[in-house]
């Protein structure tokens, strides 16, 4: 070996190695500069710089073969036969290597210092609010639908990373530079644009700019005649010029994308338009506005797909959100419109998602593993087709979770916050995500971080207090629920304080806040019918509730629910199992029924019904099923499953087991049965076997204790006027918690 190093040394194989690899720094510098200037992609340079490396290999190996001697350039193996020839010193190589040492270091400190060395700029970009240049209101909500288009056709683009609306609309009026813009969203260039229209013509300014050297990469005025087609072309235009600049490659199918035309009626798409702005809103009245605004657009033109998808959107949302229409009323009109805009346009991405969630959020929760497939691949198709669609990312992660698999949904969510960093949703998906898995502390610092992102958000603020209250911290649930409340328009925001004040034993508070739900709100027969439970009134009850949604064939989930916790409480067992079988009748069809987190509870109901009709074999059946289920839940937080495993082990019989696990449940948290079912610990039909227990009411009194200094320090609260404390309380301990203050 230490001959073979000689040779190495002798044959000054690792000088030229060292001054090529130095010189190979140089060429690779100056390609840095040199190529971009000429055009020259990404990818030709690194074809480049792979040429550079491979000589080094030839380099290697002529030096090994050749020696530089005076008469010329010889082989080695001549001069090994010729011993009287004097070799040639290394030494001039060393200087050689010397000088193309200080060169390379000289050209590398230039760039770096000077900034001339070129940078490529990823394919990514946030397209900023349209500014409208004009005074009257329509023309803004114009520029936002243009704006909005225009995402859509650049998220079509599979080479581009397109940040999402929710999250570039949070930039409208902000004063902040372009490059903590980019850096927050996680782009390398931002586009800026400005509409204006005039009579029957239009002007839309828009220039790209790469977010670090502020420099324009491309800009362009539009001016046309205001027609939807010249809308849709200037889209078009704008896209293709985007992606040539940032070298974004387009595909056949994707130059076909975006010179697709939806509609020519500008009247149509003026509606489609301010209908897409309503929906953003997510507001009860701008829900109600923009399906009105969708189904007028399709009515002027029936062939207009992204209408249909629009109107989708809007009735699953008007249900989902704000109970305001049935649950078969919004799966009915979604799922025909959905089906129409696919015929229209089968590459429709936004179809697809829409579909996607339809499918997995059937009325009732009641999917079937086809059902839950077929979603899967609609909302797979619809990121096929949009790889920027966080919505669809979101909504698959959703539909993991339902599927069990949490890992996947927390990943899937966190996926669609690169296209939606400071997005409210997927911020609120992984709270849930993280609080199903009994990981409390990371779900409520991804609520506290979305509220430093959103601090006007009042739904954000209700979700943290009905976490807070399931795990058993009911005053500090009461100062979010009221800061929700401060915020939002919706009274049915943030009644759980009815609930609280009821466990606190302010009978009269919680009554006047239920009375805050006024006629004509969805939930104000539910408000009635909680008056009667105040007053423990339950067959009065539920006469409300069968009076205002009796009829209704599938209203939402939770109506259902309610109505057959109040018949068991009115002791009617008849109509407590015909509105648990309504929610899921596959309990008492199927010979080994799905039981999952979404219907445990309605097992367990039915199981209790079954026994108290003497039908004991399927009731254990049933019991023996849902306790895996319900064990392998987290007990506490908003998706918790409360005492459920306490009230199976009563109803079988497990006396002292079940007491012991009810002593478990305290001692983590358990406060209130409320938030979990439709009724007090005291109250609950489940228990009667344990509640003269001495146990059972040693721990009732316990927790009345506790419950005694809760309501104490939110009477401290309310009188003083200063809330900051208990909100303050959700952060602490945790790595957001210095943070907290701030938003306050």
């Not at 339809?358 to 009641?366: A, E, F, K, Q, T």
């Not at 929700?484 to 925001?493: G, K, T």
């Not at 009076?547 to 009115?570: C, H, K, P, T, V």
């Not at 938030?675 to 009667?688: A, M």
């Amino acid at each position: 070996m230490t001959g073979f190093i000689e040779k190495l040394k002798r044959r000054n194989v690792f000088r030229v190695a060292a001054a090529y690899a130095f010189g190979s720094w140089i060429l690779i510098e100056a390609g840095s500069v040199l190529l971009p200037t000429f055009g020259a992609s990404e990818s030709q340079f690194r074809v480049y710089v792979l040429f550079v490396i491979a000589g080094f290999l030839v380099a290697v190996v002529a030096a090994w073969i050749f020696e530089i001697t005076p008469e010329g350039i010889r082989l080695e193996k001549d001069l090994e036969r010729a011993p009287t020839h004097a070799r040639p010193s290394g030494r001039k190589l060393d200087f050689f290597i010397i000088a193309l040492l200080g060169i390379a270091l000289g050209i590398s400190i230039t760039l770096n210092v000077t900034g001339l060395r070129g940078h490529s700029i990823e394919p990514s970009i946030a397209v900023l609010p349209f500014d409208s240049r004009s005074t009257n209101p329509e023309n803004a909500i114009f520029a936002d639908g243009i704006h909005d288009d225009l995402l859509t056709r650049l998220a079509n683009v599979e080479a581009l990373k397109v940040i999402s609306r929710t999250s570039v609309m949070e930039y409208r009026d902000t004063t902040k530079n372009l490059r903590q813009i980019a850096n927050e969203l996680g782009v390398a260039t931002v586009l800026e644009g400005a509409v204006q229209r005039s009579g029957d013509n239009v002007r839309i300014n828009v220039q790209l700019i790469d977010a670090e050297t502020d420099e324009h990469l491309w800009a362009q005025t539009y001016d046309r005649q205001l027609t939807a087609r010249s809308i849709f072309e200037i889209q078009s235009e704008i896209s293709a010029a985007i992606a040539a600049a940032l070298q974004a490659k387009l595909t056949p199918r994707e130059k076909a994308r975006l010179a697709t035309i939806p509609t020519e009626n500008i009247e149509a798409y003026r509606l489609y338009v301010a209908g897409r702005h309503n929906l953003h809103e997510r507001e009860l009245d701008t829900l109600l506005a923009a399906r009105q605004q969708f189904e007028a657009a399709i009515a002027i033109d029936p062939k207009f797909a992204p209408a249909y998808a629009g109107l989708a959107d809007a009735v699953q949302l008007l249900d989902y959100n704000h109970s305001a229409i049935t649950s078969d009323e919004a799966f009915g009109v979604a799922e025909s419109a959905l089906q129409t805009a696919l015929e229209l346009d089968d590459e429709l991405a936004d179809a697809y998602a829409s579909r996607g969630l339809l499918g997995s959020s059937l009325p009732g929760g009641r999917m079937t593993g086809e059902q839950l497939s077929a979603a899967e691949v609609d909302l797979t198709r619809a990121i096929e087709l949009n790889p920027s669609h966080a919505r669809a990312y979101m909504w698959l992660g959703n539909l993991r979770g339902q599927q069990g698999r949490f890992e996947e949904a927390i990943e899937l969510n966190k996926r669609s916050l690169e296209f939606d960093p400071i997005g409210r949703i997927p911020y609120a998906n992984l709270a849930v995500l993280y609080a199903r898995l009994g990981r409390h502390d990371e779900a409520l610092e991804q609520w506290l971080r979305a509220l430093q992102i959103h601090p006007g958000w009042p739904r954000l603020y209700a979700n943290i207090s009905a976490h807070l209250e399931r795990l058993g911290r009911l005053d500090e649930a009461v100062a979010w629920s009221v800061r929700a409340r401060e915020l939002s328009r919706d009274p049915a925001i943030g009644l759980n304080l009815v609930r609280i004040f009821f466990e606190f034993g302010d009978y009269d508070r919680a009554r006047d806040i239920n009375n805050t739900v006024p006629p004509g709100h969805p939930l104000y027969g539910s408000a009635r019918a909680t008056a009667q439970m105040i007053r423990l009134d339950f067959t009065a009850a539920l006469a409300i509730m069968e009076s205002n949604y009796g009829e209704q064939r599938n209203a939402a989930d939770f109506i259902f629910d309610r109505m057959s916790d109040i018949a068991l409480l009115a002791g009617d067992l008849d109509k407590a199992l015909a509105y648990c079988l309504r929610q899921d009748p596959s309990l008492a069809t199927d010979d080994n029924p799905r039981i999952d987190d979404r219907n445990a509870h309605n097992a367990v109901k039915l199981a209790y019904i079954l026994q108290q009709k003497g039908e004991h074999d399927r009731a254990e059946q049933l019991l023996a099923a849902a306790l895996p289920v319900v064990q392998d839940n987290a007990r506490l937080g908003i998706v918790g499953a409360g005492i459920r495993d306490v009230q199976i082990l009563t109803l079988q019989g497990e006396t002292d087991a079940a007491l012991a696990v009810l002593r478990e449940a305290v001692d983590e948290g358990f406060r209130s049965s409320l938030p979990f079912d439709g009724w007090t610990l005291e109250l609950d039909p489940y228990l009667e076997a344990i509640r003269d227990h001495p146990e059972f009411l040693a721990i009732i009194a316990e927790i009345d204790a506790v419950l005694a200094i809760m309501g104490a320090r939110v009477v401290q609260a309310e009188a003083s006027g200063d809330w900051d404390e208990l909100l303050e309380a959700a952060g602490q301990g945790l790595r957001i918690e210095s943070q907290i203050a701030e938003v306050h």
